[in-house]
């Protein structure tokens, strides 16, 4: 039963022990994040493409408030990815022009939000569009100095091995609200559209991470099993893994696909032999969860049990720490972070 589920839990780690405790989030700035498109805009088209740097700001509000100074509707505003509120984050936005002058853009005056580049696109940016996010984020804590060999040979480590692909905490909303909400939900609460919004994909991420706990304690989350769906690294792309070859080994070796799993909804498990008995047992005490998605006709879907940091890197000075790194979209900097440090923010 999802009230026996109670906090969310410690989720295995893949790498060892944290090295040191620190704190995060003193102040926004402390928490930096850059988005990287993957695309230049073409230069054309109704869309003004806009490159904002905000700070304490929801990326759905500044999204409003795009609206609001073109004097079009919020439909018209488009972004690829949410940004965390408390940070100092670059992204892009797009606006539909509302007449052929277009928008100055340089007149917008919303408190911690700044335009820093204009482009032109043919299209409406949308969710996931983008490629990747660059993270610069200080540790503090007093033991930080003493742990530095043992940070440097842990993100050596990383750099080498990937790390598991959980969702975090955030997912979950505050003490493990969202996932409340799905437990209303499934018992026959009806919910605003945004609210059911974050109870169905708190439910999947739960069972996700769930499934993601055990290949991490059986060894498996780097490597292929049979039944697997194998994803192409960095596509939405998979196909089936029938049988462990030597040559799907050495692809997965050299992160070239990745094990995936089940996004739980209709049509769960996606896996098939060993990997979904796996996936079954793994989520077997959370039948609430389970028949709550796929009740809802919430379609199954599939995510990389592994993803690969890039660009890792770290700056050790006697007051703070910098870690450096991009990750795909999707992935989680605080799933990095928890395979280093325990962290208090």
Known sequence: ????????????????????AVS??????????????????????????????????????????????????SRDVGFAGLKDRNALTRQWFSVRRPSRDGTDWRSLAVEGVHVLDIARNARKLRRGAHRSNVFRI?????????????????????????????????????????????KAMFGGKRLRRDARSFALSAARSFLFNTI?????????WNAMLQGDLANLDGTGSVFAVDEVTSELETRCREFDIHPSATLWGDGAPLTTRDAAELENAAVADYTELTEGLKNARV??????????????????????????FRLPKGAFATALLREIVSYSI
Not at 65 to 72: E, S, Y
Not at 151 to 158: C, G, M, Y
Not at 299 to 320: C, F, G, H, T, W
């Open 1 to 20: 039963m999802l009230a026996e589920v109670g906090a969310i839990p410690d989720w295995e780690r893949a790498h060892g022990a944290p090295v040191a």
């Open 24 to 73: 995060i989030r003193h102040t926004a700035n402390d928490f930096q994040v850059t988005e990287e498109l993957g695309f230049e805009p073409s230069a054309d088209g109704e869309h003004d493409f806009l490159w904002i740097e905000k700070i304490d700001a929801n990326t759905e509000w500044v999204a409003r408030q795009l609206a609001r100074h073109a004097n079009v509707s």
């Open 138 to 182: 200080a540790l503090r804590g007093e033991d930080m100095d003493a742990s530095a060999a043992a940070l440097h040979e842990r993100i050596d480590r990383i750099g080498k091995a990937g790390i598991p692909n959980y969702f975090g905490e955030q997912r979950f909303g505050r003490d493990g609200g969202n996932l409340n909400l799905a």
């Open 212 to 220: 993601l706990d055990q290949r991490v304690r059986d060894g498996s």
């Open 299 to 324: 379609e199954a879907a599939s995510r990389p049990l592994r993803v690969q940091v890039q660009n890792l890197s770290v700056q050790i000075s006697e007051n703070v720490t910098w870690l450096e």
